[in-house]
């Protein structure tokens, strides 16, 4: 039986790049699993359907990750390692839409904060909405769940992975901008 990885995130989400670099990095042979947030992850760790997980607790400009602390008071698990990442942000649409038309943004709570000086200064007037995942977000907008002048905050495999089209990118305020990601496992 394969050894499992819980990630939390979608395909194509930070949590995916983090996870497929920490298999890199260890040579352990996992089978990933798409859990979609923290709450995932940790509950499938606790019925046993995953043997490890992985999710972002902290960005030096984006600060803790509430969402992981919040889950992490609900469940018990035992930390592992932990593993960092240089996030690279990108505005992406679907690909009729152009940059003067977009009047919402969808992301992780994460993604807005560590593009703030970005969006204050070029969308200062629009809706945000918080996602759980990025990737979802891009799978969403793809779907049509979203008005099409929607854009969304996303790691830039998900404008291939859901059709869609790169509007700038490196939006994120930090050049270097590193996320850590913890591993974790059942006690
Ligand atoms: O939403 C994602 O893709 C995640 O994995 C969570 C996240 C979001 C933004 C920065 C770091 C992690």
């Not at 240089?86 to 992780?108: D, F, G, Y």
Request: charged share 20%; net charge negative; glycine share 6%.
């Amino acid at each position: 039986m394969n050894v499992i990885l819980g990630v939390s995130g979608d395909i194509g989400s930070f949590s995916e790049e983090a996870a497929l670099k920490y298999i890199e990095q260890s040579n352990l042979c996992f089978e990933l699993k798409y859990l979609i947030d923290i709450e995932g992850v940790l509950s499938s760790l606790s019925e046993n359907s995953i043997q490890y997980g992985i999710f972002p607790v902290v960005n030096l400009r984006g600060g803790l990750v509430k969402t992981a602390f919040e889950a992490m008071g609900k469940y018990h698990f035992k930390y592992k390692e932990n593993i960092s990442i240089k996030i690279e942000h990108n505005l992406i649409t679907k690909n009729e839409v152009s940059l003067n038309e977009i009047t919402t943004i969808v992301s992780h709570p994460q993604a807005f904060a560590q593009c703030q000086k970005y969006l204050k200064s070029n969308f200062p007037n629009i809706e945000y909405i918080e996602w759980k995942n990025t990737a979802l977000a891009a799978r969403n907008l793809s779907d049509g769940l979203f008005p099409l002048n929607t854009a969304i905050i996303g790691h830039k495999k998900t404008a291939s992975l859901y059709n869609l089209k790169i509007r700038e990118e490196k939006i994120q305020d930090e050049l270097q901008n590193l996320t850590t990601f913890i591993i974790v496992e059942n006690i």
